[in-house]
């Protein structure tokens, strides 16, 4: 559950410059956070994959959220997703435009095929 400490708790991530957006890949949004264990720095890697049907799962490595759904940082990156207009709908990838090269290709040798026979008449 979302609560609004929560939320309050990822602006103040987001204002304070502990989490960042690093790149995207394919349909996954990767973002770093930075941990607050006392003497040492962790990031954490946070993830926001759009699904096909335009949700996006969210994952992030701290130990928040081993055991919850949500965490802050998760929360935070969605702030920052706004704030930079990322892409939140799914974008299919494949090879598809290759292949309709292919078969462009296939059809001309058709047609000259056609053609060549048509000669023959
Ligand atoms: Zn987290």
Known sequence: ?????MIT???ALV???EVAYVNTNGNTHNFQGKGHNVGKDK???ITAEIQQNNE???SCDCPHAQF???CKHGLACQI???DKELRDEYKAFSNEDDGRDDRHLQDDKLVGKIHIESDDD
């Open 1 to 5: 559950m979302i609560t609004e400490a």
């Open 56 to 58: 996006i799962a969210w």
């Open 43 to 45: 990031i954490y890697i």
């Open 9 to 11: 708790r990822a602006q």
């Open 80 to 82: 920052l997703m706004k």
């Open 68 to 70: 919850n759904d949500e």
């Open 15 to 17: 204002d304070k410059n």
